[in-house]
């Protein structure tokens, strides 16, 4: 199946430790996405790729790293510098940065990370 | 003034009932414009895009007013499993960069 696949569905950071939340996509998407959810609010971007090799910093960048070096994955670094981690974690891609007309990002089921 | 606004609710309706969304949005260059759909704990899905002349697919109507720079969303005929929250997203490009805004989302309750 096509589809975004985001991996583990619920992860447990302790105190002082990185964590790695991965994202792969097989729709052969440009862009790839990660967005904060908190409770009560709307989505935040966290950062963006628009092709491999190359990724940008979104809204709250802060805390979180990334890297892109194949088209397919996207993976999200939590690290000890995130000092309010807990959130649920969405992955999305999009076909093509280029075209407004392709502007629907598609979403993956999320990661829930909480902190111990 | 937030980017994207939405009414968070929640609106409590009958089964049957039809039920008005809107969204509000403060920049102009605002290209595109979206309703998504969330459920409980799961993920946004894509309910429909939003066309200037307005748009229809089955029960579900959007429309956009560029110079009030507001969208709405239309739902006819509820249904239990119309329950979820409806997230208004808004797509700006500037430059290279193509950006999503999503408002807070709106949360409906469809009862019996």
């Known amino acids: 199946d096509g589809g975004i696949t985001q991996s583990p569905k619920y992860l447990f950071r302790k105190e002082g430790q990185n964590v790695t939340l991965s994202c792969e996509q097989n729709l052969n998407h440009d862009a790839m996405y990660w967005y904060r959810q908190d409770p009560g609010q709307g989505l935040r971007l966290i950062y963006y790729?628009?092709?491999?090799?190359?990724?940008q910093k979104g809204d709250i960048a802060e805390g979180y790293s990334v890297s892109r070096e194949k088209k397919e994955s996207f993976p999200l670094t939590v690290t000890s510098a995130q000092k309010n981690p807990t959130a649920f974690y969405l992955c999305a891609s999009k076909s093509s940065w280029r075209d407004p007309a392709k502007n629907i990002q598609y979403f993956g089921a999320g990661t829930r990370l909480s902190v111990l | 003034r937030k980017e994207v606004e939405q009414d968070p609710g929640p609106f409590n309706v009958p089964e049957g009932a039809t039920v008005a969304f809107n969204c509000t949005y403060s920049?102009?260059?605002?290209?595109?414009f979206f309703w998504y759909r969330q459920d409980c704990r799961k993920e946004p899905k894509l309910l429909m895009s939003v066309y200037s002349s307005g748009n229809e697919d089955g029960r579900f109507t959007a429309q956009l007013n560029r110079a009030s720079q507001y969208i709405s969303l239309l739902i006819r005929d509820s249904k239990l499993s119309d329950s979820a929250t409806y997230l208004c997203?808004?797509?700006?490009?500037?430059?290279?960069?193509?950006?999503?805004?999503f408002g807070t989302g709106t949360r409906l309750q469809v009862t019996l």
């Open positions: 790729s628009q092709i491999v090799n190359d990724f």
């Open positions: 997203v808004v797509n700006e490009v500037t430059g290279t960069a193509s950006k999503l805004t």
């Open positions: 920049n102009s260059a605002s290209q595109s």
